[in-house]
């Protein structure tokens, strides 16, 4: 696998960075994740533009412009011979003396791979999933989407001693988002319920396709919190994101959503999004 890092292509065993980075001493780095169906990267324009935003709140500057990623990101496609998978882009301030004032005039350092994984007509897609209920240990930034990773990795490794295959997050007794995705469930009464953004959530990129593809069909959307008991009571539940694209929630906590089966909305949502996408 050939991996991108600061401006070349490298094998994988030849891509190394300074145990000084920022990335990995402070956790002072973003990510982005781009889906890739058959080809095509999905929903990059939104991913680009939040890559730019994470680093724009943290004031580390652009490696490079946008399109210059995008051109690096089919190139690496290309040398990969990847056709279903994930792109993966971090930025980290870069390498310094261990100093929590980071030095001025810092290198970011600039690294992007890809993973090979079939994301369509998935057992999770198909069947649904179990997700547990957790406090959101996160801090109040979660808007930017940094490699400080941490809650996300305790909260899924606990989930899945307990069973679950995933985990949904809440705060003052609403759902905030998945470990690792946005968080949506279908009211009794046909309504699509999904948190607003703010700084209390990643600004989902499936999210805003999904919400796009749902209102120019004409469903009732609305963007708020909404309460742990809600959510267990919803006629469907579902989660999205980059890598899970759209996966039915049919259990959450202790409580089976509907009748336990992927619901008809939360179908018709996979089948517009993957056919917007291919
Ligand atoms: N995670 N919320 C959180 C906390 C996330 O980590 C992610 C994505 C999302 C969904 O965002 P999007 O639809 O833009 O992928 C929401 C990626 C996939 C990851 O960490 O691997």
Redesign the pocket.
């Known amino acids: 696998r050939h991996i991108f890092l600061n401006g070349s292509y490298v094998p994988e065993d030849q891509a190394k960075i300074s145990v000084m980075d920022r990335g990995f001493l402070f956790g002072d780095a973003i990510?982005e994740?781009t889906?890739l169906v058959d080809g095509h990267l999905i929903?990059n324009g939104?991913?680009l533009a939040?890559f730019a935003r994470s680093l724009a709140e943290l004031g580390i500057p652009l490696p490079m412009p946008l399109e210059n990623v995008r051109e690096m990101q089919i190139e690496l496609i290309r040398r990969n011979q990847m056709t279903d998978g994930?792109v993966?882009l971090q930025v980290s301030r870069g390498e310094a003396e261990r100093n929590f004032h980071p030095a001025a005039g810092l290198s970011p350092t600039f690294v992007a791979f890809t993973q090979p994984a079939k994301l369509y007509d998935t057992p999770a897609q198909r069947d649904g999933i179990a997700v547990a209920l957790m406090s959101d240990p996160r801090w109040e930034r979660?808007d930017i989407?940094t490699v400080m990773?941490l809650g996300?990795v305790i909260a899924k490794v606990a989930a899945r001693t307990d069973g679950f295959s995933d985990v949904w997050l809440h705060e003052d007794g609403c759902i905030t988002?998945?470990?690792?995705?946005?968080a949506f469930i279908l009211t009794k009464s046909g309504t699509i319920v999904t948190r607003q953004n703010s700084h209390a959530?990643?600004?989902?990129?499936?999210?805003r396709a999904v919400l796009d593809l749902a209102e120019q069909r004409g469903l009732a959307i609305e963007e708020r919190p909404f309460t742990i008991a809600e959510a267990q009571n919803a006629a469907e539940a579902f989660l999205?994101?980059?890598?899970?694209l759209v996966i039915p929630v049919v259990k959450l906590g202790d409580s089976v959503i509907g009748d336990g089966q992927p619901g008809p909305v939360t179908r018709h949502l996979q089948e517009i999004y993957l056919a917007a996408a291919r």
């Open positions: 990510y994740v889906a929903d939104l991913h939040r994930t993966y979660r989407k990773l996300q988002e998945g470990a690792s995705s946005t959530i990643l600004p989902g990129c499936t999210r999205t994101s980059a890598s899970s």
